[in-house]
């Protein structure tokens, strides 16, 4: 019985980090699937398309973020292989021509200006440097968001605490562009960033 | 931004209305409210509650027929560029001077809706968002998706269509558009039937903006307080032109909100 306040002391701490670090973000963040499981890794590594095949800066400077169904439609009229999110994609999606609900996980709120134009074409920067390795995975993740504000998980970051001992950034809070502006010390107003 | 990584030049921009074409029709009223996104007014509002940031007043020299005259004058946020009363007043610095295009930016986020500003501007042309905005069934599809709705309890007002300012932004990035300012325009001067209304920058001597707030019958509104509007009018009739050294307040009940 000696060291019985030991062992409820160390079964309380554990059971505290438990709820801190593994229900609270559950607590915090409701999940969802993507509508679909798309797999960038078929499509770039595999088929060899680039990234401006789907994703590219338009003319007129606007980015055409994720690409609409009849761009699935130029090569998936008819099933191209034999596995079952294909098939999903022909019949629900192709066949109809229906979008597909995409869930964005680097979406911004809704008073947030941001130009992939300024970034990808004069600031030249590569889509790791802000998206990380999407454009290479093979599944997609589930999408969190958050329970209070309705924002992706992505805008304040995988760490609940944001504290990063490897000094990468975080999410993209405000606080991460202007880390990145300040860096390459660029000045704002407000309004650069808000609409 | 700075200098070493702008590749545009900055910009003053600025407008000059000429007010003998202008014939009160309110179509740039309308073109601002659909393109920033104001919604319409709920039952009941009065010109004080109501939002427009871009509001046509009749001017009348005051004498009776036969010498009674009338003119029109559209009144927006003026974009002071010296002495800003807005930004000097503003607790929360949610009012700053863009060094970059000389806009007056309103940050309807960090407003506290205390409507100090609203006080303090000479031109009436701040507005407060009574109630949460809402748009009739259906209408919420025509939102323009480059302006923000603002919700109940902040200030807002006219910011030159920065929208507009911003996708001009994006498209100079792809044209490396280098050393020269970003050409915009706002929905007013689109809308104008009678183009009594020219956007422009008034840094570029070249520019027809410019050249028109140099000529001889410009002035701009309450000039003695010196807050350097970067609106200018033109009028080649001289009451009109001394009327806009006086208050408007007289005038401004004739407004009607749709």
Request: proline share 6%; hydrophobic share 35%.
């Amino acid at each position: 019985m000696k060291h019985s306040g030991k062992i409820a002391f160390a079964a309380g701490l554990l059971l505290a980090l438990h709820l801190g670090w593994r229900q609270f973000p559950d607590v915090l963040y409701s999940k969802a699937d993507q509508p679909l499981q798309f797999s960038h890794k078929v499509h770039v590594e595999d088929s060899g398309m680039s990234c401006e095949d789907c994703h590219f800066v338009r003319d007129d400077g606007r980015f055409t973020g994720i690409p609409p169904i009849a761009k699935c439609a130029e090569c998936h009229a008819e099933p191209l292989g034999a596995t079952p999110h294909e098939k999903v994609l022909v019949e629900k999606y192709v066949a109809t021509l229906t979008e597909i609900p995409w869930r964005v996980y680097s979406r911004q709120p809704d008073n947030v200006y941001f130009p992939h134009a300024a970034h990808v074409k004069t600031a030249k920067l590569a889509c790791e440097s802000c998206h990380g390795e999407h454009g290479k995975t093979e599944n997609l993740r589930p999408y969190e968001q958050n329970r209070i504000s309705g924002y992706s998980r992505d805008i304040w970051g995988p760490s609940i605490s944001r504290i990063s001992l490897k000094g990468e950034r975080l999410g993209m809070k405000m606080d991460d562009c202007i880390d990145c502006h300040t860096e390459k010390k660029l000045r704002h107003s407000c309004l650069d960033c808000h609409k | 931004m700075t200098k070493e990584t702008v590749k545009t030049r900055p910009a003053r921009y600025g407008m000059v209305i000429d007010l003998d074409r202008c014939n009160g029709c309110g179509a740039c009223m309308i073109a601002c409210a659909v393109e920033n996104n104001v919604p319409a007014c709920p039952e009941g509002v009065t010109d004080r509650t109501g939002i427009t940031w871009m509001r046509v007043q009749k001017l009348s020299n005051g004498q009776s027929f036969p010498d009674s005259r009338t003119a029109f004058i559209p009144v927006m946020c003026q974009q002071c560029g010296d002495k800003t009363p807005c930004v000097s007043v503003c607790p929360q610095q949610a009012v700053e001077v863009d060094e970059a295009s000389g806009i007056v930016d309103q940050m309807p986020q960090r407003c506290l809706g205390c409507r100090y500003c609203m006080v303090a501007c000479p031109y009436h042309a701040r507005y407060f968002n009574w109630w949460d905005p809402a748009w009739p069934n259906g209408m919420e599809r025509t939102l323009n998706p480059d302006v923000a709705p603002r919700m109940r309890g902040v200030v807002e007002k006219c910011n030159f269509c920065h929208g507009r300012y911003q996708e001009a932004r994006a498209k100079a990035a792809v044209d490396g558009a280098a050393e020269r300012a970003v050409e915009y325009t706002t929905a007013c001067a689109e809308a104008c039937p009678t183009g009594a209304i020219t956007f422009g920058d008034l840094d570029d001597p070249g520019s027809e903006v410019a050249q028109l707030a140099k000529s001889e019958n410009a002035f701009r509104l309450l000039e003695k307080l010196g807050t350097g509007p970067k609106v200018h009018y033109i009028s080649k009739r001289a009451w009109v032109r001394a009327a806009a050294g006086s208050s408007l307040a007289a005038e401004t009940r004739e407004v009607r909100h749709g």
